[in-house]
Nanobody, 134 residues
Framework: QLQLVESGGGRVQPGGSLRLSCTTS????????IGWFRRAPGKEREGVSC??????????YYAHSVRGRFTISRDNAKNTIYLQMNSLKPEDTAVYYC?????????????????????????WGQGTQVTVSS
């Protein structure tokens, strides 16, 4: 079973920062849209941010709740996708997962949550816990 591997989670105080990493040794991430998702206790899984394939327009999507605070990026040489999270809030507390597009997305629409919905992504990792608390 192909799987992505997330890392970088931890516990931080409100206003702090973390950088999550998503990688795999099993295939190149260049050719796929990649998404970061999160599940908070008692809540549905949420699309946080998604990024287009490496060879396309570079579009990114951010959920309204993280826009301006989180940044998704690719490091193609390291086959890694990052999620830089700044100005963290207690409501960002969740398990964060990355996943690969499985419906052939080449790009994502920055304004449309449908281009970053969990049903279109697979190869989920184990997740990394992010806790924001004072």
């Amino acid at each position: 079973q192909l799987q992505l591997v997330e890392s970088g989670g931890g516990r931080v105080q409100p206003g702090g920062s973390l950088r999550l990493s998503c990688t795999t040794s099993e295939f190149s991430l260049d050719y796929y849209a990649i998404g970061w998702f999160r599940r908070a206790p008692g809540k549905e899984r949420e699309g946080v941010s998604c990024i287009a394939t490496a060879g396309s327009d570079g579009n990114t999507y951010y959920a309204h709740s993280v826009r301006g605070r989180f940044t998704i990026s690719r490091d193609n040489a390291k086959n890694t996708i990052y999620l830089q999270m700044n100005s963290l809030k207690p409501e960002d507390t969740a398990v964060y997962y990355c996943a690969r597009d499985v419906v052939g997305l080449d790009t994502v629409d920055p304004t449309d949550a449908l281009s970053c919905r969990a049903d279109d992504y697979d190869y989920w990792g184990q997740g990394t816990q992010v806790t924001v608390s004072s």
